[in-house]
C-alpha cells in the first residue's frame, strides 16, 4: 500500500486499471484543471505518459478529478480542507474531493499505487477504494538554509520530493549565526554581508525577494505553505557582522564559519534594533501569503531572562500587526505577554527535560497550539546509526527509522491532546549538511515516520505506542515506496531495518 497509510484502503474484486494511450484526464469543478495539469506532468516525469486534460464527462479507461462539496471522503459532507476519496477499478481512476488540496493529496496516493518502474506493457493498477483524511493539519519539513545554502532549484526538489508524502508546510531557516538567505531591501547589507558565507567558509547565497516569491508559489500550486523564520534575538551573529549599530559597542563581529550556538544576541529596547526587527517582519510578511511566520526564540544564552522576554513578546506583537501569527520554538513559553494565539514549536525529547513542557503548555494556555518536533524522534540531523560522518549526535542517541515511527504528539506534553496540536514537523540543521543528495539521505526514510504520524490515524491509547504501531508494516510499505524514490532520482538511506527491494540498474 502507501506512506501514510490511508484512514481506510479496501481492496476491490475485479480486474485492474489499464492505463492506455489513449487515455485522458477528465476534470470538474473549480481547481481540477491544476490539479489535472500537475498529474499530467508526474505521470509524464515518472512514466513517460502524456495524457490530455479534458473538461468534459468521462469515457472508459480515463482517470477522474472531481472537486466539489460532498466529494470528500464522509458521506455527512463534513470533509477536512485535505480529504479525499479514490476508486480504482477496470472502468477508471476517480478521485474525488472536496478542495484542490485535498485532490492533489489523492493524486500521490495515486502515484505510489502505479508500479514504479512503470515499464508494464500494458500498465495495470489494482483495484481499490480508498477514503483518507489527515489526523493534523500541519504537516511539516524544515530545512536550515542558513547554516549551509541551498538553491531555489535545491528548494523546488526538495518540495517535489516531500509531497509524495503529503507533508504540506515547509519551514525554511533562513538566518543563523552563519548566514542571512532572505533580501531585505530596506537592509541591503544583510546578505551582501550576512549572506556571503557558511559554515566552515562554504558557499555563500541568498534568495532574493523575486526569487523567494516564485519559491512561494511554486510550494503553493503544489499545496505546500512556506513558513520563513528569521531566528532572534539570538542566533543572530550574521546580522551583527552586517550592521556595526545592531552592536552594543557599535562594532561589527567578523562573519562565523563555526557550528557552536548561544554566544549571539540583539540588543534588547534599543531604538535601531527595534526598527531593525520591526523592518524585517514587514518585508517577510510582505512576501508570504501563508499565516505563520516563525520568530526562532531558541538558545538565546547571551540574553538577559527578562530582555529576552521582552524582546519576544514585542516581536510577537510586530507579526501579529503585519497580519501573521507568530510561531516560536518552546523557549518562547517564559514570556507570559504573547499575543493571544501564538504557536509554539516544541523541540525537547519524547520525555520532557526541565522546564520544556511547562514553556510548551504556556503556549496552548495562551489559546495558541503547538507544532511538535521532539528532537531525539523527529530531528532528520541525528545520525541513523553511531559512527556516522554526516549528521550529529548531541541527543545521546541515534536516530533510527524505528525511533522515528514509535511516537506519538499526543503522549509527550502531559495535558496535550489531538486538539492542543496543529501538527508535526521534521527539522533538518545543516551543519554537516552541504549537498542537496545529502539533505535527501538524511531525510529520507525517516521523513517517511514523522509523515505518517502526522497524517493517519491516530494509534490506540490502551497500550505502549510501540505495541500500537506496526512498524514491520511500515517497514513494507517503505521499501516499496523506495522504488519510487530510485525512479525519481530521489536519494535515501537504505537502512537495515527495512527488506529493500533489489536495485536494479
Excluded at 347 to 368: I, K, N, Q, S, Y
Excluded at 396 to 420: I, K
Aim: contains cysteine.
Amino acid at each position: 500500500m502507501v506512506v501514510p497509510r490511508p484512514v481506510r484502503a479496501e481492496s476491490s474484486d475485479g480486474s485492474p486499471f489499464v492505463l492506455s494511450p489513449a487515455a485522458r484526464i477528465s476534470v470538474a469543478g473549480p481547481g481540477a484543471d491544476g490539479v489535472a495539469r500537475l498529474l499530467r506532468a508526474e505521470l509524464a516525469a515518472d512514466c513517460d505518459r502524456v495524457l490530455a486534460i479534458v473538461d468534459e464527462p468521462p469515457a472508459y479507461g480515463d482517470i477522474i478529478v472531481v472537486i466539489a462539496p460532498g466529494e470528500g471522503p464522509h458521506a455527512d459532507g463534513s470533509d477536512s480542507d485535505e480529504g479525499y476519496t479514490l476508486e480504482i477499478s477496470a472502468e477508471s481512476v476517480r478521485i474525488g474531493a472536496a478542495t484542490g488540496a485535498g485532490a492533489f493529496w489523492g493524486v500521490q496516493t495515486l502515484r505510489q499505487l502505479i508500479p514504479a518502474a512503470c515499464d508494464g506493457n500494458p500498465l495495470t493498477i489494482e483495484p481499490v477504494r480508498i477514503h483518507d483524511h489527515p489526523r493534523f493539519a500541519y504537516r511539516g519539513a524544515m530545512l536550515d538554509v542558513a547554516r549551509h545554502f541551498f538553491t531555489p532549484a535545491e528548494v523546488k526538489r526538495f518540495i517535489d520530493a516531500i509531497v509524495l508524502l503529503k507533508v504540506n508546510h515547509l519551514h525554511l531557516h533562513l538566518t543563523d549565526d552563519q548566514g542571512w538567505r532572505i533580501q531585505i531591501e530596506s537592509w541591503p547589507d544583510l546578505t551582501r554581508v550576512g549572506g556571503s558565507t557558511g559554515v566552515d567558509g562554504g558557499r555563500g547565497g541568498f534568495y532574493t525577494q523575486d526569487e523567494f516569491r516564485d519559491l512561494v508559489a511554486y510550494a503553493a500550486e503544489r499545496h505546500v505553505t512556506i513558513v520563513p523564520e528569521i531566528d532572534m534575538p539570538g542566533h543572530t551573529n550574521a546580522a551583527l557582522a552586517s550592521y556595526p549599530g545592531l552592536n552594543a559597542d557599535g562594532v561589527a563581529p567578523a562573519p562565523y564559519t563555526g557550528t557552536e550556538v548561544g554566544f549571539s544576541t540583539l540588543q534588547t529596547g534599543d531604538a535601531l534594533t527595534e526598527r531593525f526587527v520591526r523592518d524585517v517582519i514587514r518585508e517577510l510578511a510582505d512576501l508570504t501569503p501563508g499565516r505563520l511566520l516563525h520568530l526562532g526564540g531558541d538558545e538565546c544564552l547571551s540574553t538577559p531572562p527578562a530582555d529576552f522576554v521582552a524582546f519576544v513578546e514585542d516581536a510577537a506583537r510586530a507579526v501579529t500587526a503585519a497580519g501573521k501569527t507568530p510561531v516560536g520554538w518552546h523557549e518562547m513559553g517564559r514570556a507570559a505577554g504573547l499575543p493571544a494565539g501564538t504557536v509554539g514549536q516544541y523541540w525537547d525529547f519524547t520525555t520532557p527535560r526541565g522546564h520544556a513542557a511547562e514553556h510548551a503548555l504556556a503556549f496552548v494556555r495562551g489559546g495558541g497550539s503547538l507544532i511538535m518536533s521532539p528532537s531525539d524522534a523527529a530531528y532528520l540531523d541525528i545520525v541513523y546509526e553511531e559512527g556516522d560522518e554526516l549528521g550529529q549526535d548531541w541527543t545521546g542517541s541515534p536516530t533510527t527509522l524505528r525511533r522515528s515511527f514509535e511516537w506519538d504528539p499526543a503522549r509527550v506534553v502531559p495535558g496535550v491532546g489531538d486538539a492542543h496540536i496543529l501538527g508535526v514537523e521534521a527539522p533538518l540543521w545543516t551543519e554537516t549538511v552541504t549537498s542537496i543528495e545529502d539533505v535527501e539521505v538524511m531525510v529520507f526514510p525517516r521523513l517517511a515516520a514523522v509523515a505518517e504520524i502526522g497524517w493517519s490515524t491516530a494509534p490506540a491509547d490502551t497500550e505502549p505506542v510501540e505495541a500500537a504501531r506496526d512498524f514491520a508494516d511500515f517497514a513494507e510499505r517503505v521499501a516499496e515506496l523506495s522504488e519510487h524514490w530510485d525512479a525519481a532520482g530521489t536519494r535515501y538511506r537504505r537502512v537495515p531495518e527495512v527488506g529493500w527491494p533489489e536495485k536494479v540498474g
